[in-house]
């Protein structure tokens, strides 16, 4: 009698047990993880994966709990890219954040995994989307102001630096050729019209860079404009270095390159962008589609200005300008 009532709770626990199952399972369901992939290095990259994860919050999916972020980056190298979305695709993710080139590439290895960009250029023009209203397909993202800035910061230069006659100007061409051409316009424009003279150096890669530098070595410059992100970030100690070396005030598009001791920056906040991009990646999980979300345009500005690399270039800052400054590095 005792080992049929033995068995009997047996029967009874596994019965209660196997009820219980389904909960369990539901219970154990894995979260969904998205991935924030870029082409330059993440070691410069913190206040832009904040922000993301801050857009990601406002609609209610915060990482650890109900979401996993994976975090990839090409570091620099765009030859990369393919790889790394591949094995995004096969891990799997239910949506990448990319930037600009990471953007490009994954947009023609799939066109079911729903892709959200940030990027400073027009993504009509870069081939991204056919409208902004009506992205369709499986991309959609954000488009701030990069390239239609440059008057304003070689106004802001000019403000810091009035004697200078003779600009150099380091453009990043390893993204967009005519999102960089369309930058760059901007900035002749208006340099050409306070009677400026500009001399362009191109670079996108690393030995263009030391080009740079040995240019500047023959070339005599009074100040210096830095045009480009992506590229440029990963490289922004040394860019920051070359500046230096040559006694040249610059102006960056980042506050990235200020905080790292560069003298100032003037362009879209690339941190608001990418909390808009977090946002619209909870968006999708929660069961939009790309193509039903338009291309949002992200306009907040920021100027950023280090006192300390001013002094050290013997600069005085205007108060005027110190005013209008969004932060002031003391």
């Known amino acids: 009698m005792a080992s049929y009532i033995g068995r009997r709770k047996?029967?009874?626990?596994?019965?209660g047990g196997a009820a219980a199952w389904p909960l369990a399972a539901h219970a154990q369901q894995p979260i969904p993880v998205?991935?924030?992939?870029?082409?330059?290095?993440?070691?410069?990259?913190?206040?832009?994966?904040?922000?993301?994860?801050?857009?990601?919050?406002?609609?209610?999916?915060?990482?650890?709990?109900?979401?996993?972020?994976?975090?990839?980056?090409?570091?620099g190298h765009n030859d990369r890219l393919s790889k790394l979305v591949t094995e995004l695709i096969r891990l799997p993710v239910a949506a990448i954040a990319c930037n600009v080139s990471a953007a490009s590439v994954a947009?023609?290895?799939?066109s079911t995994l729903p892709i959200v960009?940030?990027?400073?250029?027009?993504?009509?023009?870069?081939?991204?989307?056919?409208?902004?209203?009506?992205?369709?397909?499986?991309?959609?993202?954000?488009?701030?102001?990069?390239?239609?800035?440059?008057?304003?910061?070689?106004?802001?230069?000019?403000?810091?630096?009035?004697?200078?006659t003779t600009i150099a100007v380091l453009l990043d061409t390893s993204t967009s050729f005519r999102g960089s051409a369309s930058e760059l316009q901007d900035v002749e424009t208006a340099g050409h019209s306070l009677g400026q003279h500009l001399?362009?150096?191109?670079?996108?890669?690393?030995?263009?860079?030391?080009?740079?530098?040995?240019?500047?070595?023959?070339?005599?410059?009074?100040?210096?404009?830095?045009?480009?992100?992506?590229?440029?970030?990963?490289?922004?100690?040394?860019?920051?270095?070359?500046?230096?070396?040559?006694?040249?005030?610059?102006?960056?598009?980042?506050?990235?390159?200020?905080?790292?001791?560069?003298?100032?920056?003037?362009?879209?906040?690339?941190?608001?962008?990418?909390?808009?991009?977090?946002?619209?990646?909870?968006?999708i999980l929660q069961g939009a589609k790309p193509a039903d979300l338009p291309v949002q345009q992200s306009t907040k500005l920021e100027l950023v200005i280090n006192l300390r690399t001013a002094k050290a270039l013997g600069l005085t800052v205007p108060l005027t300008l110190q005013a209008i400054a969004d932060e002031v590095i003391e």
């Open 34 to 75: 998205v991935a924030f992939l870029r082409s330059a290095s993440l070691d410069n990259a913190a206040p832009l994966v904040s922000a993301f994860r801050q857009g990601l919050k406002e609609v209610g999916f915060v990482e650890g709990q109900n979401v996993a972020i994976e975090l990839r980056s090409a570091e």
């Open 10 to 15: 047996f029967l009874a626990m596994l019965g």
């Open 199 to 283: 001399n362009v150096m191109h670079a996108k890669d690393e030995r263009d860079l030391d080009n740079a530098s040995a240019i500047l070595d023959r070339q005599r410059a009074d100040a210096l404009i830095v045009l480009g992100a992506a590229f440029f970030l990963s490289q922004r100690d040394r860019i920051i270095a070359m500046a230096e070396r040559h006694a040249l005030p610059a102006i960056y598009q980042v506050p990235d390159f200020v905080t790292a001791g560069g003298l100032m920056s003037y362009g879209a906040s690339i941190r608001d962008a990418y909390r808009l991009v977090g946002i619209y990646v909870g968006r």
């Open 107 to 110: 947009k023609e290895i799939t």
């Open 117 to 164: 960009f940030a990027t400073g250029y027009d993504p009509i023009e870069e081939g991204l989307v056919t409208s902004l209203s009506r992205p369709g397909g499986n991309i959609t993202g954000v488009s701030f102001l990069g390239n239609m800035l440059g008057a304003k910061q070689v106004e802001l230069l000019r403000e810091l630096v009035p004697k200078a």
